[in-house]
């Protein structure tokens, strides 16, 4: 079995900043792809950032300049470092990772995560 376990989210001030981890576990053979998600309440599920295992970058314009997407791959963590935080950059956030279990590749979900922006 494979888990993606996040933290670090919480309730942060308009300009504020929090720092998203995700770390997977389990059944483990390679990664490629990981990267987080997002969903505000009565919206649908959106790409925020990903991150390649070679350490290449995509981020969604809205959060470009703001948040950075990083990885270690040592601990086979994805972070997200999210500045400047505005109050519709609130949702709940998701980790995905892409992961190959010995017999197939597929993704991985974390259980999501709050982020609160608010005065």
């Known amino acids: 079995q494979v888990q993606l376990v996040e933290s670090g989210g919480g309730l942060v001030q308009p300009g504020g900043s929090l720092r998203l981890s995700c770390a997977a576990s389990?059944?483990?053979?390679?990664?490629?792809?990981m990267g987080w998600y997002r969903q505000a309440p009565g919206k649908q599920r959106d790409l925020v950032a990903a991150i390649t295992s070679g350490g290449s970058t995509n981020y969604v314009d809205s959060v470009k300049g703001r948040f950075t997407i990083s990885r270690d791959n040592a601990k086979n963590t994805v972070y997200l470092q999210m500045n400047s935080l505005k109050p519709e950059d609130a949702a709940v956030y998701y980790c995905y990772a892409e992961i190959y279990n010995g017999f197939t590749w597929r993704d991985y979900w974390g259980q999501g995560t709050q982020v609160t922006v608010s005065s």
């Open positions: 389990g059944r483990i053979f390679s990664i490629n792809a």
